[in-house]
Nanobody, 121 residues
Framework: QVQLVESGGGLVQAGGSLRLSCAAS????????MGWYRQAPGKQRELVAD???????NYADSVKGRFTISRDRAKNTVYLQMNSLKPEDTAVYYC???????????????WGQGTQVTVSS
């Protein structure tokens, strides 16, 4: 079993900052990618940012220059530093990991339970 434990969500005023953390544990041999998605009420889940095993990063256009994703490989943890938050950033943020349970297995996807981020105007 694999677990993704998220923390760091909450309520913040527009212009403020929050830092999300997601720690992966369990039957993990390697992690191909970790990242954050978000889903606002009435909208589809969308990619916010992700980072691969090769340390490349990918950001949604709406968060470029404001959000920074980073990863601690030793701890299997990914962070999302969110600055200059806007009301439109309000959503449930989900951690995602693509991992392998053994060196020969296929890659699996796993999601965290989500953490609420609310930005007030």
């Amino acid at each position: 079993q694999v677990q993704l434990v998220e923390s760091g969500g909450g309520l913040v005023q527009a212009g403020g900052s929050l830092r999300l953390s997601c720690a992966a544990s369990g039957s993990i041999f390697s992690i191909n990618a970790m990242g954050w998605y978000r889903q606002a009420p009435g909208k589809q889940r969308e990619l916010v940012a992700d980072t691969t095993s090769g340390s490349s990063t990918n950001y949604a256009d709406s968060v470029k220059g404001r959000f920074t994703i980073s990863r601690d490989r030793a701890k299997n943890t990914v962070y999302l530093q969110m600055n200059s938050l806007k009301p439109e950033d309000t959503a449930v943020y989900y951690c995602h990991a693509e991992y392998k349970s053994t060196w020969y297995s296929r890659a699996y996807d796993h999601w965290g339970q989500g953490t609420q981020v609310t930005v007030s105007s």
